[in-house]
């Protein structure tokens, strides 16, 4: 099987949708796929292209044994709405000089078009399904726009919306099936098209399925590894969690535009027992996690249809978690006993529940770690998800011309 995966963001971009996209492609290579990647020219977080790639408008390459394809686009994490619109619309067109590659397109049997961002999405849609009519396969990540009214970036209701909206009608209503971050996302989307083929991709990693359960450190260790954006607000922790009068130290893993932030709050409180180390490599990250106790996965507020991929990068290694957030996220923690879950801002009820696990017996927290452990190998085996894509991705014809 021959497979084309389209996404604005990929390796070495940082972050869930690029770590996840790269792993699904390079999984179903390993599988026997030949796997292409369309995508564009890496330049998250920092809104400017690599260094290795400035100067290009396309560039090809291969890592791991997936072909990934790059194009030009408009680099910029500006706020102002014309740089974002020139931002989401240049790739869109860009990806149109992929089109001219025939023989390539003509070999694929399936076309997986990540979504957000809407408008590539559309892109890739009218291109693949459309013109060359291929079969095309939605892979969902953030129910838009709603996601965006969560967040409070648009009003619903408004112009921008109704046009966000139109998109995503037009794409639900061409794919020829669905993979969904979530069960919330899949229920949304069958609302739209009930008799198209769903199925849910969660974000795992791989990671080896042998841990060992934690013991508990004095004083215990809260860890958040990832992305310090707005919609998770470990800013607003830092200020309104007293961690050195809890007797809990905090470190956090990762950067964004909250970091500058957090340091500058760090540096006028020393002794406050929150600790930045900035960017660690993937590859070391798992090492560090098992310095830590527990994992706080947080939400700024409540996103429908989101759970963030820091609950699967953390239960693997028999850390329980600390969720702020409602939804399928927190019901998930709260089912299966691996946690204890907040509202996002109620600082109260975090800290809490930070207490909860600082006062928790050696015995009742090494119970906890096992279930994270059980949870993991029987719900979130990355390895077992891979092969029941492959199976997804057979159970269509294709609807070539």
């Given at each position: ?182 069960q919330e996302i899949l229920d949304h989307i069958a609302r739209f098209i ?208």
């Amino acid at each position: 099987m021959k497979v084309l995966l389209v996404a604005e963001r990929y390796w070495p971009e940082v972050g869930a949708a690029p770590s996840r996209l790269a792993n699904m492609a390079e999984g179903l290579s390993q599988r026997g796929c030949e796997v292409d990647v369309l995508t564009s020219l890496p330049n998250y977080p920092k809104g400017e292209i690599f260094p290795e790639y400035k100067g290009c408008v396309s560039k090809k390459e291969t890592r791991n044994g997936v072909n990934v394809f790059r194009y030009w686009i408009y680099a910029t994490v500006s706020h102002n709405p014309i740089a974002r619109i020139l931002n989401m619309f240049s790739f869109a067109f860009m990806i149109w000089a992929f089109a001219f590659k025939f023989n390539r397109i003509k070999g694929y049997d399936r076309i997986i078009i990540q979504t957000p961002t809407l408008v590539v999405a559309a892109s890739a849609m009218i291109l693949f399904k459309k013109l060359y009519r291929k079969t095309c396969l939605l892979n969902v990540s953030d129910i838009w726009p709603l996601t965006a009214v969560d967040m409070g970036a648009i009003r619903e209701g408004s112009s921008s919306y109704k046009f966000l909206a139109m998109l995503e009608r037009f794409l639900y209503r061409n794919a020829d099936g669905v993979l969904g971050q979530s069960q919330e996302i899949l229920d949304h989307i069958a609302r739209f098209i009930p008799n198209t083929k769903l199925f849910l991709y969660r974000n795992l990693q791989y990671y080896d399925m042998s841990a060992q359960p934690k013991c508990k450190s004095n004083p215990l260790k809260v860890v958040f590894c990832g992305m310090l954006g707005v919609a998770q607000d470990v800013a607003g922790i830092v200020k309104n969690i007293p961690f050195k009068d809890l007797g809990v130290e905090f470190h956090i893993f990762g950067g964004g535009k909250q970091l500058e932030e957090i340091n500058a709050w760090i540096a006028n409180n020393p002794d406050g027992n929150v600790f930045a180390h900035g960017f660690v490599p993937k590859e070391k990250i798992s090492k560090k996690l098992k310095e830590m106790d527990v994992s706080i996965v947080p939400l700024a507020t409540r996103i429908r249809g989101a759970v963030p991929s820091k609950l699967y990068d953390t239960l693997p290694q028999g850390l329980p978690i600390l969720f702020c957030g409602g939804g399928e996220g927190a019901q998930f923690i709260s089912s299966r006993g691996v946690g204890l879950a907040s509202e996002p801002g109620y600082y109260a009820t975090l800290l809490k529940n930070i207490k909860s696990f600082s006062e928790m017996s050696l015995s009742e927290y090494e119970n906890i770690s096992k279930r994270c452990l059980e949870v993991s190998q029987k719900e979130l085996n990355f390895e077992r998800q891979l092969d029941e894509t492959m199976e997804y991705l057979k159970d269509f014809s294709n609807k070539e011309s």
